[in-house]
């Protein structure tokens, strides 16, 4: 395909003309009863950083649920001709949540309800519908990363019309309808059937039940060269695992990798969605993807390993025990993206989330292009992939996509290192390694606190920022402070400000700490803690991280006073 085919097929998913017709059942007599159902606000419908996320039994309380899906059609406006498509990462209470929200939309006067079959639907595939079929936008059901089950999390994610998060100013809107909501509507019908493909009715709606992978496969074609990633497998000089954590992107990595790539049976494990997600914590990190981990640290691993979230948008990725940090997976794709079809006329610029390390920043100076530093959370790259200022863009939290969608991409990232292993036929580890000597290697983790108490946590943060016109200058053992600051974003495309986004504090010699409070955690509060620090000469880039880190480890501690403030003496989880 030429450069400015793949660009329109970027634009619109689209690999031929052919285009799911968004065929309409003609009207039947059944008569339909809307419901108007009386309720009382909820106060705690404000989403975070990625959706309304909460404990399933605060989801399952009477009313809440329908409350915040009726927030979110208020603020629609007209439903009538409009599509939206609806689906989720298949955990503890999707399907049931689905049924509720389909008669809701029904009720409400949507023309078309395009659903995953089976109620799934990973996030990028969601965006990639939304995309290819010049949708309003959709309903994901997903409390992505969090554990599932009765006792786990649940979430909805609303995402606009350009396929991304909807912003802050559409989530506030949602959460201000919430406030004032006195009533719902919902239809008295059966439960529609989830499971089987094709088109039904619900009052009158229209329903179509679509194959959650198609659409997502066929983009990916678009941009990777399929053949030779063929090669690569069937060369019987390479092997890989997937870990699909019994989470949504099952589905997905079999339709790829075994069924069109010709990986072997037993490359995915992991690969049926369930509900609890097998008790599983579906988060690709080194703690909970233990099991992958355990066989990428083997004597006999595979040449690479690579897991996704619950909902499909993340990714860890490794070589034969050796860990990618996200960071530098992100400046190593900018890097390499001229190898790939769907990037060889190459990059306009990248974009990062503030904490991620600064590893792209160097590979984007070496390019000449712009580098753009958001804050945390997708939902601020969608206006630079909208407006052509940047086409990758990633987070430390193992994320990476690109303007493909408008989500990060788990097993587009995969996909991305596959291409790169089949190019150069070298290890991960060589490949990253190599990286380090001509980029520098920024030494990165993230250590977090989760669960402390809310209060102690606020005031944790309060304390850094008072300290901040004083840090300046000030010496903790051999780091001196070369500036501090809470981080403030000035959207360059819509001139929007976001305050408050994170305590940096910058070091002599490029190292630098920067703390912030999650927005998607629905235990307390979670502190997050981010330390980096560079190291050019390529006979100090050996160091174990923590080690290399140790001492800005210290000083974290001792400017913010976190055992003081949480009293713990460890981070719950270390990435
Ligand atoms: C976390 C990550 C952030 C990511 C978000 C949604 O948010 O840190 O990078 O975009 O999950 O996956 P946080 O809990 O830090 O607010
Ligand atoms: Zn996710």
């Not at 999707?94 to 939309?105: D, R, S, Y």
């Not at 559409?170 to 493909?197: C, G, H």
């Not at 606190?449 to 840090?471: F, M, N, S």
Request: hydrophobic share 35%; aromatic share 8%.
């Amino acid at each position: 395909m030429s450069g400015k085919g793949i660009e329109e097929a970027k634009a619109t998913g689209k690999k031929t003309d052919s285009f799911r017709g968004l065929i309409t059942v003609s009207p039947e007599d059944e008569t339909m009863t809307i419901k108007t159902v009386s309720t009382i606000p909820f106060t705690d419908q404000k989403p975070g950083t990625s959706g309304l996320r909460k404990k399933v039994s605060i989801f399952k309380q009477p009313n809440y649920l329908e409350n915040f899906i009726q927030s979110i059609f208020n603020c629609l406006g007209e439903l009538n001709g409009k599509t939206l498509v609806f689906g989720g990462d298949g955990r503890y209470h999707n399907k049931e949540a689905l049924q509720v929200i389909l008669k809701m939309a029904a009720a409400n006067g949507l023309s078309k309800a395009l659903v995953g079959q089976g109620g799934i639907l990973s996030t990028p595939a969601t965006s990639c519908i939304i995309r290819k079929y010049h949708l309003q936008g959709g309903i994901i059901l997903s409390a992505s990363h969090n554990p599932g089950g009765p006792e786990g999390d649940f979430g909805v994610k609303f995402n606009v019309e350009n396929g991304g998060p909807a912003p802050e100013k559409i989530t506030t809107a949602f959460y201000e309808r919430s406030l004032s909501i006195e009533n719902y509507k919902i239809v008295e019908a059966p439960d529609i059937d989830l499971d089987t493909l094709g088109l039904s009715r619900l009052g009158d709606m229209d329903v179509e039940i679509i194959d959650p992978v198609s659409d997502y496969v066929e983009l990916m074609e678009i941009l990777f060269d399929f053949n030779k990633l063929e090669r690569l497998f069937s060369s019987g000089e390479f092997s890989m695992v997937y870990d699909g954590m019994h989470a949504v992107t099952g589905p997905y990595a079999k339709a790829i990798l075994i069924d069109r790539l010709g990986a072997p049976e037993g490359t995915v494990i992991h690969g049926k969605p369930l509900p609890d997600f097998g008790g599983l914590h579906p988060d690709p990190n080194l703690k909970y993807a233990r099991e992958l981990v355990e066989i990428m640290d083997s004597e006999v691993a595979p040449d690479f390993g690579a897991a996704s979230d619950g909902d499909g948008d993340r990714n860890m990725i490794l070589g034969k025990r050796f860990f990618v940090t996200p960071s530098d997976s992100l400046a190593i794709l900018a890097s390499k993206a001229d190898e790939i079809p769907g990037y060889s006329a190459g990059l306009k610029g990248v974009a990062r989330s503030m904490p991620t390390s600064r590893a792209v920043d160097k590979v984007a100076r070496h390019l000449g292009i712009d580098c753009y530093e958001t804050p945390t959370g997708w939902k601020f790259f969608g206006n630079l992939l909208d407006a052509g200022r940047a086409t990758l863009c990633g987070e430390e939290s193992f994320g990476t996509g690109s303007d493909h969608i408008r989500e990060k991409d788990g097993l587009w990232a995969v996909l991305f290192w596959l291409s790169i292993l089949a190019e150069e036929r070298s290890s991960v580890e060589e490949i990253v390694r190599n990286h380090w000597r001509k980029f520098g290697r920024h030494f990165y983790s993230r250590h977090d606190y989760e669960a402390v108490d809310t209060q102690k946590a606020h005031e944790l943060i309060d304390h850094l920022r008072q300290q901040l016109p004083d840090l300046r200058g000030r010496h903790f053992g051999n780091l001196c402070v070369r500036n501090a600051d809470d981080f403030e974003y000035s959207d360059p495309v819509d001139g929007s400000v976001s305050h408050h986004q994170g305590i940096r504090i910058f070091f002599e010699d490029d190292a630098r700490i920067v703390y912030r409070l999650s927005g998607t955690g629905t235990q307390g509060a979670t502190l997050r803690v981010y330390l980096e620090k560079f190291e050019a000469d390529p006979e100090k880039q050996g160091q174990e991280t923590q080690e290399a880190l140790a001492e800005l480890i210290k000083t974290a501690n001792e400017i913010a006073r976190i055992r003081f403030f949480t009293g713990r003496d460890n981070p719950s989880v270390i990435t």
